[in-house]
């Protein structure tokens, strides 16, 4: 049996390794790039955050986000590190769960996949860009531009559209789009989320510990608490990437309440700037010691303080001006980053037209797909990399499994 897997990144390699695991399959796995695994490359900043200890509990979104259920119980986060070492790759897990490869390099994934892809019944065809897909009697016909090739099974794991630079295209939900698939709409995630705030300006690169309350027309959206990146353009980390796929979409006014000292009360704060006052600090650095001192720097002047020289001439009434940017900062919210800078596409082809179980099609028998391309995202810490493995080997294990 022929089975032919278009994609040879996260889930495709994955389908792969699982497929061909039943010797009387011969796996033909195409990418439309020269190098297997382009995007895996590029991920966790280099290093391939690659599963998260917690992704069986969930983390996971979608029009039907309990569809990873069975792909993810089948491959849990414990079974994919030990399929990982079985292929030869030792990994670690940080306390938050993450996962990385032992020699921290996002290299080191792709290679151990690309050297275990070389097995006697796995072809690989690079270069190779599926652009029609027909269904016949007795399989599949994959046409490229100058060569057709022809299988008895298909997966489709071209993911998304998001990193676009890297990979990232329409192709898989136009692919499976002409055989009857439907697909949700697409839009960013993980990404960062650019803001009207004057003062962000001179804060590039400045990393805080925050409590972010995203506010819908004044009326409290979500929160949480963690690492707030301050980017050129508006804000990003892991507490905006959380809320990134749901913010400024469906109308209404959109802001962030910022508390850049989450651990401090206001009064403790209050206090802390009228003690000041017995000090020879000049007054720009009023928050220097507390607070990153650019952010410092940009938050008295947001409060309104000028034309004073030094910490000792500050009044009651600006101390509570620098409280409540400090600790209630309210920006304005304009959009997310485009495709180009997210990490990841929130909506995708309908799960309802699949079979949770095996990842088959259940309008084109012998159809599968796996990965990205489907309606799921994941949370930001290894979810998507887990659902990939999972699916991909879910797909690869059932469109293989009764070739004889
Ligand atoms: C910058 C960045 C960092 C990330 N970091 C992390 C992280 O640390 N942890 C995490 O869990 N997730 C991370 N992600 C998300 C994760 O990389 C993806 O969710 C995952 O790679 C999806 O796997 P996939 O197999 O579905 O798609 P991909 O890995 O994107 O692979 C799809 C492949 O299909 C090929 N293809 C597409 N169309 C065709 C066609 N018509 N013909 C032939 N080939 C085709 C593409 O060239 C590509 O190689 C990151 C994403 C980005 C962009």
Redesign the pocket.
Known sequence: MVIGI???????MAAALAASENPNVNVIL????NRVG???Q???NGR??LSNMNASRGGYHGEQPDFVLPAIGAMNPDATLKWFRDLGLYTVVEPSGKVYPYSDQANSVVDVLRLNLNRPNITLKLG???EKIQKNECGFSVIGSDETVSCDKLII???GL??SK????M??YK?LGKLGHKATRLRPSLVQIKTGWGGIAGLKGVRANCHVQIMRDSELFSESTGELQLTEQGISGPVVFEISRDVCYGGGEWTAKLDFLPDWSRDNLYEALLQRRNSNLPMEDLLTGILHNRLGRVLCKTAGIKGKTYAKELSNAEAEEVCRAVKSLEIALTEPLGMDSA??TAGGVLTEQFDAATMESRLVPGLYAC???LDIDGDCG?????W?WSSGCLAGYNAGKDAK
């Open positions: 278009i994609g040879a990144g996260a889930s495709g195409m990418d439309r790039q382009r995007k895996l590029a991920t966790g391939c955050n190779f860009e599926a794991a071209c993911g998001a990193g890297l990979g990232g295209t192709s898989g692919l990490q990841v990965g990205e391309v290894g979810y998507n990399l887990q990939a």
